[in-house]
């Protein structure tokens, strides 16, 4: 079930600080450099004498980033430099979310401070925002720890940074983000979510997951923020 406007609006109103993940609710990342081709592309980087590296099969390049971490830790370094040059050029031909920028600016002008906490490089993020005109608009980017697969979420690693950079409590905050994994890691870290259902399913399994509120509109959410009193 998607949330009222209003229903995000209440939940919103006691958020001091937006944790948002990047991949969705602010822009599809591989929406011209396709997620398969930077898989493929980052298995012909690493494939060497003894062939390819695990996770060979995947299609997704951060779920091959953790299985090259599972499987071969040395190749860990080399995996992740690569990955995050070619998210780099994924963010140039990326598509921006309607409704993203208008929920950046939003939260701006209503006093609350916006940490993106991302699975991607935070070199691909900070690209992204800097093309974008938004670096205003954000207050920290807290991407994936080079060479540590294991700080993506559902770790809450990366929100207890942004955290701790805001000087925030866990009820000061929320997390806004599009995947299972983002619920789970908002709950590691003692914090609420809002799933962002930008594909058919994501609500039930948002929600499932325990999302506080499920939206399949970012100008709703930006909508909310302004309208915290309704
Ligand atoms: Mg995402």
């Known amino acids: 079930m998607t949330a009222a406007p209003e229903e995000l609006a209440s939940v919103l109103a ?3 600080h937006v944790l948002l993940d990047f991949d969705g609710p602010v822009c599809s990342v591989f929406a011209g450099f396709s997620a398969p081709d930077v898989a493929r592309r980052l298995v012909e980087l690493l494939s060497g004498p003894d062939g390819p590296p695990p996770g060979h099969d995947e299609s997704d390049p951060l779920a091959l980033l953790r299985r090259i971490a599972d499987e071969r830790e040395d190749l860990v370094p080399v995996a992740d430099e690569a990955l995050a040059q070619l998210e780099m050029e994924a963010v140039d ?5 309607p409704g993203g920028v208008a929920f950046l600016e939003a939260c701006a002008a209503s006093g609350r401070s916006v940490w993106m906490v991302s699975n991607n490089a935070t070199v691909a993020i900070e690209r992204y925002l800097d093309a974008h005109g938004l670096r205003r608009l954000v207050a920290g980017q807290f991407g994936r720890v080079s060479g540590q697969p294991k700080s993506m979420k559902p770790s809450p690693q990366l929100l207890s940074a942004a955290m701790t950079a805001a000087e925030a409590k ?10 299972v994994r983002d619920v789970e890691a908002a709950h590691a870290a003692g914090m609420e979510a809002i799933g962002y259902a930008n594909k058919p399913g994501k609500d039930a399994a948002l929600t499932e997951a325990g999302a506080t509120a499920v939206s399949t509109s970012m100008d709703d959410l930006a909508w909310a923020v302004m309208n915290r009193d309704v």
């Open 93 to 97: 031909l990326a598509q921006p979310t």
């Open 14 to 16: 006691p958020v001091r």
């Open 170 to 179: 866990p009820g000061d905050c929320i997390f806004v983000g599009d995947a």
